[in-house]
């Protein structure tokens, strides 16, 4: 786990919590219990402030799961993962309950979730898409395509997920979805986040994928591929800005890759 105050100038500090040996995949964070949650391999959840952590013990559960994506629903969490995994939590995190997706999602991977307070949506492997109004009881949607959705983001107006071979769809019920053209080719996009200060007064949708491909307004059809000048893979993205000051997009990938773009 590296952590910085604002991911340009000022440098990234290891606040790793120790002795956890698994892969992290997620990171979440929320303003009710001012902390981070991460998750990842073998049931690992963490919670804390960015520096001290703490393991949650999920020793309850039956079996062991790869957690892939965690969400803040107001009131508790949701995280997800491997072998159509869905688990929702307590207020803080510290208590686990596993939900039932159903046996058909026994060897899918569910690898991202968002919520937009009316609903939660869930994306995984082959164009999987599930939707739950609670948490406990899910309905799996009609696939709009077979590749593979790697992540999802509710963007105030609309859902957005984006996955394997330039797929792209949003929707604004998370029910019924709409496919849009990149403009890239053969792109395994696996981040999607939006411009959250405010300002401007419509989200920005920023994507990001293998050969150091990011593009912004991805559902204009085509969006505007933004010359990163890498190819590394890109794994991770989010947004920083408060209102007060320019906002940018920080990306992150493999070989220590920290790209910073500034929305202007």
């Known amino acids: 786990i590296l952590a910085s105050p604002n991911g340009t100038a000022d440098a990234w500090t290891n606040v790793a919590a120790p002795d956890v040996p698994a892969s992290l995949e997620g990171v979440t964070w929320e303003s009710v219990n001012s902390q981070f949650l991460v998750v990842g391999a073998a049931d690992t959840v ?68 968002a919520y937009d307070t ?48 330039d797929t792209v769809l949003t929707s604004d019920d998370g029910l ?26 419509g989200p920005v949708l920023g994507i990001a994928g293998s050969s150091g491909t990011f593009v912004i307004g991805p559902d204009n059809d085509p969006g505007i591929i933004v010359p990163t000048g890498t190819n590394e893979q890109l ?11 320019p906002g940018y997009f920080v990306i992150v990938g493999n070989d220590g890759t920290v790209l910073t773009a500034r929305y202007e």
């Open 46 to 113: 963490l919670t804390g402030d960015g520096v001290t952590w703490t393991r949650e013990d999920l020793g309850d559960l039956a079996g062991s799961r790869n957690l892939k994506d965690a969400a803040w629903l107001g009131d508790r969490y949701i995280a997800v993962g491997n072998n159509g995994a869905i688990l929702t939590s307590n207020i803080d995190g510290s208590q686990w309950t596993l939900q039932d997706a159903g046996a058909a999602l026994a060897n899918t991977a569910l690898n991202a979730v």
């Open 118 to 165: 009316a609903r939660i949506v869930v994306v995984g492997t082959n164009g999987t898409i599930l939707t739950s109004v609670d948490g406990v009881a899910w309905d799996l949607q009609a696939q709009p395509t077979n590749n593979d959705l790697n992540d999802i983001t509710w963007d105030g107006t609309q859902f957005v997920a984006v996955g394997s071979n």
């Open 176 to 201: 019924a979805w709409t496919s849009h053209r990149a403009g890239t080719a053969d792109i395994n996009f696996v981040a999607v986040t939006q411009w959250d200060s405010g300002l401007p007064a």
């Open 235 to 245: 794994g991770g993205m989010t947004w920083v800005g408060n209102g007060d000051a």
